[in-house]
């Protein structure tokens, strides 16, 4: 209680310069932190989780509690029903602080596209904290919650827990069910944790993974994760073959960046892992693919969105007209370029040549890490192509915002696990050098190999 | 650059509306956006499978289960304009 009590304090410090929260549930909180004291007093078992706070990012729905999704059409929205993840959580007696700011639906890379409020970097108030999770790694790089919950789509935890200089984990596509997660792109979302540290992502992680009825794309590999993720044993990790793909290392790539993730090369094979080249040949169409796909399947869930059965209605004279209404005030500019850019693309005459061309052109970027694969057990990236931007840099061109994802794009179109850990070499210099952050990639459902090489990384 | 007719249409398919000012930004940045995507076009997918969702599982089904309930859960709550239990609209005409 007097730690849940202490944070709240601190967020009343801190959040009114960095914005990372939406609103706080503090009732909640309260009456959380109460249980598992009690439990405390009598001694019983406890999970890891117990009275650990949490934020969670404000497109999952906890019950009761608002749940904006970062847009004015959900503005006076409170959820009807827990997310699974967030039913996991409450069992497992973790404490909910309060949701987080998010770029509106999830688009974007900056947290910019909010209709309520702007999220600094808690590094440097004049830059963007990433995005779509920007609040959720904002939280955790400031100290206003231990952990927090985020989503990412074509990079949205990733490259926000980069730009913070925190630990951002992408489960495999699966592992994590989506029930409860406001949808985006339902083939590319998936729900994963913001950290402090690879262990503590490698926790949250576990209490969150494993197959839902309530979310048919969810595997029932999600249930077989053991011991090794907790546990990883050095011998074991030793084996691992990481791969260093040439079509990430161009020109274009920050100095900084390159120089932080070549100094994680080296600490990684100074712990006897060997380093090897490999190729991912069609890389450079992951973001056209990614750009036809994702919008396509935004264009489809967000015509839920129309003031009708939930949400900010206006008034109209007949039902076509309000949906135009609703949909014209309630969604910001970002959501509309993408609801029409998807709708385009599956439209009768384009269809073929986008959506259908894109979706082989998925088959050809999974193919691509299938071979790797073969040769390596994990792959190594830069996670972004800069350290943090400036705010309002990008906000006027969408196609320069949409290239800070390049790196992190091709990893949701494959449904592989990947995360996001700060480069220690920037983290031992002075504090106002910005964070960068290095990405490993897994084989699907080998969370555990990259969460043992990060943790036995962050050791060094 | 998007035509008139062109964001006009996807509009109405989209049942979205928006600005004049709007407009012309839309078909700017949807054009440069379309622009990008040309570069697809040169690659050779002949003879490839689409993939056609994030997941190769099959469907997944259960036997049905004959259940009653009154209960419409909490989704009647958060109904903007309601009578009874029941949505209103404004009539589709």
């Known amino acids: 209680m007097e730690m849940t009590q202490s944070f709240f304090d601190w967020i009343e410090k801190r959040d009114s310069e960095i914005g990372a929260y939406l609103s706080l549930c503090k009732d909640l909180a309260v009456r959380q932190a109460e249980a598992v004291d009690i439990k405390i007093a009598k001694d019983e078992a406890l999970n890891f989780l117990a009275g650990v706070p949490l934020a969670i990012k404000d497109n999952m729905l906890i019950v009761g509690l608002p749940a904006t999704a970062g847009s004015k059409i959900l503005a006076d929205y409170k959820a009807s029903y827990d997310a699974t993840v967030i039913k996991k959580l409450k069992a497992a007696g973790s404490v909910f602080l309060g949701k987080t700011n998010l770029d509106e639906f999830a688009m974007g890379s900056s947290t910019e596209n909010s209709a309520f409020k702007l999220t600094k970097n808690p590094h440097d108030l004049g830059r963007v904290p990433g995005g779509s999770s920007g609040g959720s790694a904002a939280a955790v790089a400031s100290h206003m919650t231990i952990a927090a919950l985020g989503s990412d789509t074509g990079g949205s935890i990733r490259q926000p827990a980069a730009f913070c200089g925190v630990v951002g984990l992408k489960p495999t596509y699966g592992a994590v069910s989506r029930y409860g997660l406001i949808a985006m792109a339902s083939s590319l979302d998936q729900i994963g944790p913001f950290t402090k540290t690879v262990e503590d992502a490698a926790i949250l992680f576990k209490e969150i993974a494993g197959q839902d009825m309530m979310d048919s794309t969810s595997s029932p590999q999600a249930n077989d994760y053991g011991e090794e993720l907790l546990n990883p044993k050095l011998e074991n990790i030793k084996r691992l073959k990481v791969g260093i793909p040439e079509e990430y290392f161009v020109e274009g790539l920050d100095k ?104 082989k052109v998925r088959r050809l970027i999974g193919q691509d890490f299938e071979e790797a694969f073969k040769e390596v057990d994990v792959i190594l990236t830069p996670v972004t192509p800069t350290p943090a931007f400036k705010i309002g840099e990008k906000v006027d061109d969408p196609l320069s915002m949409y290239l800070s994802d390049i790196f992190t794009i091709p990893v949701n179109l494959a449904g592989l696990p990947a995360i996001s850990i700060p480069a220690s070499s920037v983290q031992r210099q002075a504090s106002s050098e910005l964070p960068v952050g290095f990405q490993l990639i897994g084989k699907h459902w080998r969370e555990a190999d990259i969460l043992g090489i990060g943790q036995y990384y962050e050791k060094l | 650059m998007l035509s008139k007719k062109d964001l006009e249409h996807l509009a109405a398919l989209a049942r979205l509306d928006f600005k004049d000012d709007e407009g012309t930004k839309l078909r700017n940045d949807l054009g440069n956006i379309l622009d990008y995507f040309k570069e697809l076009q040169g690659l050779d997918t002949s003879g490839v499978e689409p993939m056609t969702g994030g997941t190769e599982l099959k469907n997944v089904v259960r036997e049905d289960v004959i259940g009653k309930t009154d209960d419409t859960g909490k989704g009647p709550e958060a109904f903007p304009d309601r009578q009874d239990g029941y949505l209103r609209v404004p009539p589709v005409f």
Not at chain 1, 321 to 333: A, V, W
């Open chain 1, 256 to 359: 900084k960046v390159a120089e932080s993730v070549e100094a994680a090369i080296k600490d990684i094979k100074s712990l006897g892992l060997e380093i090897k080249k490999i190729s991912l040949p069609h890389t450079k169409y992951a973001l056209s693919c990614y750009y036809i796909i994702m919008p396509a399947e935004v264009s489809s869930n967000l015509e839920r969105l129309e003031g009708i059965r939930y949400g900010t209605r206006h008034k109209a004279g007949n039902l076509i007209e309000l949906y135009e209404k609703d949909r014209e005030i309630g969604f910001g500019p970002e959501a509309k370029r993408r609801i029409l850019l998807g709708t385009f693309v599956l439209s009768s005459g384009y269809y073929d040549a986008y959506y259908a061309k894109a979706q």
